[in-house]
């Protein structure tokens, strides 16, 4: 198998397993970074930083310039925090195709 399957295996994985317990905003999956780097470097075949380029490439994650994060402000905060934010429409493509 392949590079590319394990990392296309492991982000529906990912969105699967998350997808019941984290708010879905405007096709946007959002989550705790702590968690999201937790499930990265469970399954050990890249490293954390090599993933996350990959996943930015592939539009896997939406971020900004600088980070795999995004300030996101929950109901009720004041203060935005940095938030992993799941591009669910690509999930939504690439579970269609498979």
């Not at 990392?7 to 970074?33: A, C, Q, T, Y």
């Not at 930083?49 to 939406?62: D, P």
């Not at 971020?63 to 929950?74: A, G, I, L």
């Amino acid at each position: 198998m392949n590079i590319l399957f394990m990392l296309i295996g492991e982000f529906i994985s990912l969105v699967e397993m998350w997808e019941h317990d984290n708010p879905l905003e405007n096709g946007r999956l959002i989550l705790d970074k702590e968690e999201f780097k937790e499930f990265l470097e469970t399954y050990a075949f890249m490293s954390f930083q090599a993933k996350v380029k990959v996943y930015k490439t592939l539009n896997f994650i939406i971020h900004d310039k600088t980070s795999y994060t995004m300030p996101h402000k929950e109901n009720g905060q004041k203060k935005a925090v940095r938030k992993v934010i799941i591009n669910y429409q690509t999930y939504q493509v690439i579970k269609a195709l498979l």
